[in-house]
DNA sequence: TTGAAAGCGCTAACAC
DNA sequence: GTGTTAGCGCTTTCAA
């Protein structure tokens, strides 16, 4: 019933050559006769034959073949993953990026410590030329995993000091200040900030970088809730600072999820968005657009960083790069109307 | 500089066995005195070895790998994909049961006709033993080309007609009419619905399902437009049903995310929910609860149905199964307050 | 330009 | 209970 599937000698013996031939033809190597060229190509029509990927592997050690791993933990991390459209930006990015190259884009999850053990083992042998990673969880260990496993391995936003890997990264107090001056053009004068995870160098760049070019216009006093980059942290943290200090006119939140949930909880209190409290977020992410009212935020270029991600990886894999590389990217400012 | 990778024959050198010894071990096949055993895994540990995936799969023919599908095609869908937490729960309900049983779970994205080809390309040479396949496009050919390639598959959904294939489903109909009950006992008596695609037999089902609800309950008229599954989508449908029918006083919409964009619109054209119109989601993911108001929705059980999926594809690749099978799961009513 | 042959790392008979 | 050996399907020298 299964009839084995077709192989090289089986394209060979159709076609009346050589296994080595059709593998030239297959892999489009020069020096083929034309005409056997196309007698080789009709005996794969006809057979039907697909190279095997794994028999390939076991002598070419390529796959061709990249991995864009999703790190975190916690509870229903998959769920969340899927529920922020920052991750779809990414994976839009890359994915582009991977199949213009005709590489294989596979994407791996690793939502607990177990799962990134698997991942690390999955990808250690013969799975993937190398993996894109983008983790939402503080002293994430999996970077470190994967460079001590020898995976060539890119970053979206930079590693914990000490490990020197390559990554893609957006000029995060930069991004802050766009924010900042915003609000401070618009006006506002008591100015709060909803922040990510203090242990993410990103949250933790934005909040200071938010800070400190608020102090530069003479605003030293910046009240700050943490939330977790999901629209009810941005609630929860909007009411905390409401019920703390009931004057704000201006709020930044550090991601777009948690400025919606930001204005929603405002509106909720009565507070008009942007004439009582103005609302900066940041990504500029699907939501930002759909919100209510849209958002005002700092936008951050993610499918180019991926597909940045991408190239840097693949000049990795092919060994046209050694020395861990860093790509910076700038934000910009998107006005729309929440500040 | 890149010494090569600790091989069998490596460890079993070091272990002073056969290569067949230490293949016993590493898979755990009985028959292996137990002093070797432990000789044999302490050269393991030393050599760090990992086995070889491709070697294994050549002669093994299996990868212990699963793939789960999404595809679809359209603007941005990579990015859509990621802002539907009902793919969050299907990932999350498939991941789990992998992880138990052992498998490597890999998420493949298939946005693009070439993307598709691509998938079954890749899926039909050594990378996966099998796959599950969630599909968001009406007439959607992967299922068809993933059989036609001998690729074990079982579908979120039943398959178009004609095509026989393993796959999990929710009683639809039965879910709609749970939703029209609702509307009808709260006194509705102007209902309409936003359905999905036409094209689609999820769709279909529950915009039949509802209306046959509502006419057994002496409703006969009711309106209908067309939404994409989509916040924004819900609010355009919105806007159509409201200017045609200004007295509505409740509505269906087939998915959550509709529900959602149905009830921002409702609020802006002043419309209180539930008091003047009452709104009924479907699928109970996590915007639901989070909603304003929070949704009285139709639960699909994603998660344990996905589980289902991966089951029986299990089934199928262990040749326990040969023949499809088709799971039908119950929907449930979650009252909450928009309806 | 083409073919013969070695070998990638592993499992599974089969023999001992 | 353990070792020997024959491939799995492919690429890649090396000769012709």
């Known amino acids: 019933m299964t009839r084995r599937d077709p192989t090289l000698e089986d394209v060979a013996r159709e076609a009346g050559v050589s296994r080595a031939t059709v593998s030239r033809v297959v892999n489009g190597v020069r020096n083929v006769d034309p005409g056997i060229q196309e007698t080789v190509r009709r005996a794969i029509e006809r057979t039907g034959y697909r190279p095997n ?61 177990e799962a990134r053990e698997q991942v690390v083992d999955y990808l250690s042998k013969g799975t993937a030329d190398g993996c894109l990673v983008v983790t939402m969880q503080a002293g994430d260990p999996l970077p470190t995993m994967l ?52 242990a993410l160098p990103a949250a933790r760049d934005r909040l200071t970088g938010f800070r400190a070019a608020l102090a530069a216009a003479g605003i030293a ?28 006119d201006g709020v930044f939140a550090a991601n777009d999820l948690m400025a919606q949930g930001a204005c929603q909880y405002l509106r909720e209190r009565g507070r008009r968005v942007p ?22 935020t700092v936008r951050q270029p993610v499918e180019r960083m991926a597909a940045e991600m991408a190239r840097l990886l693949s000049e990795h894999i092919q060994g046209a790069r050694t020395e861990p590389a860093a790509v910076l990217f700038e934000p910009e400012l998107v006005v729309r109307e929440s500040a």
Chains 1, 2 share one sequence.
């Open 53 to 113: 990927r794994a028999a390939r592997f076991l002598v070419t050690h390529r796959t061709e073949t990249v991995a864009l791993v999703i790190s975190g933990t916690g509870d229903a991390f998959a769920a969340r993953v899927f529920a922020d459209p920052f991750f779809g930006r990414v994976v839009s990015g890359a994915l582009e990026y991977l199949r213009a190259h005709a590489k294989h884009p596979v994407i791996l999850v690793a939502e607990s410590v």
């Open 147 to 198: 460079t001590a496993a020898k995976i060539p391995t890119v970053l979206f936003g930079r590693p914990e000091p000490g490990l020197a890997v390559s990554h893609v990264d957006l000029a995060q107090a930069e991004g802050a200040r766009l924010a900042a001056e915003r609000l401070v053009a618009r006006g506002c004068r008591r100015v709060a900030t909803i922040h990510g995870p203090r």
């Open 221 to 248: 006093d910046v009240p700050a809730a943490e939330g977790t980059f999901t629209v009810e942290s941005g609630a929860a943290a909007m009411r905390q600072l409401l019920a703390a200090h009931p004057g704000l």
């Open 275 to 296: 004439e009582d409290v103005a609302v900066v977020g940041f990504d500029d992410s699907s939501v930002a657009a759909a919100c209510h009212p849209p958002l005002t």
